[in-house]
């Protein structure tokens, strides 16, 4: 059996396993909970994509945020980060940073623009205007802290291949700023090309592990502007970065891709017929989306 097929079928053994609640009506998911094609009855964010629907991988605010967190991030834009929270595993802001507020999510790569930074997420995590809050570790010191980093400056939301927003990160905290992927290194570059590529994404899918985990899978369908591959998915992984191989910027996680016809619900087939069950938006149409801002390598490529 060749190295690919082994892959993918860890890949679906570790879907199967995974134990999942029902989808209740219109309630979302917390961070943690694995995605699968099931929720898509009665969801009322799937999104058309091919012959089916696709879902949107943002998680529900977590639970230990209370309003009086929220009202003294109101205050003073920081707020010590209660022990309910899980233990961030980044510093700063980065590639792979946890969003908490609006929505839990996963924070992409670090653009720049006239000597601004700004960071990447999923478009259906956030809309223009809307501050974003993440749970991270403060620079220097191991002190998890909840940090309102700045606005919402682009969002688009427009199903699979058009699904990037990009938050502007306030002049205060540019020192927090580190532009490699957590955990899985990168970006150096950008990727434009096609056929069979591994990729890395860094996301916080809590279920997996507690303070975000890096997951790799078998890129195998790559279009215009969106892209496929197979890899566990969770709820929060939304907004993912995503790297190849030569840790080149693939683009983001954005969606758990469709059913084709009556195959079994963990091979999920993309366009190209093989299988894959996550896809998200290729790094050339972020950038198209991003307003003049352009994307910043880790100081650690060669």
Known sequence: MSKLRVGIIAVVALSILVAVPALAGTAGFQAGTPALPAHVAGNPEAVPYESGLAIPLKADRPAWLTPEIEAELDRNGQAAAPVDAPLPSQVGIRPGSEMVLPVGCTMNFIFQKSGVYAIGTAGHCVKVGDDVTLLTLAPGTENPVLVRIGKTVVSKDAGVG?????VAIRPELQSWVFPTIAGVGGPCGAFYGSGIETVWHYGHGLGIGTGGTPRAGYALGWKTDSFGWGSPAIYGDSGSPVRVTDL?????????????GSVPSTWIKDWSGTASVIGGTRIGKMLQLAKGYSLVNSPLCL
Request: a neutral charge.
């Open 248 to 260: 080149k910027a693939a683009g983001n996680l954005t969606h758990l891709l469709p059913l084709v």
């Open 162 to 166: 058009n699904d990037f927003a990009l």
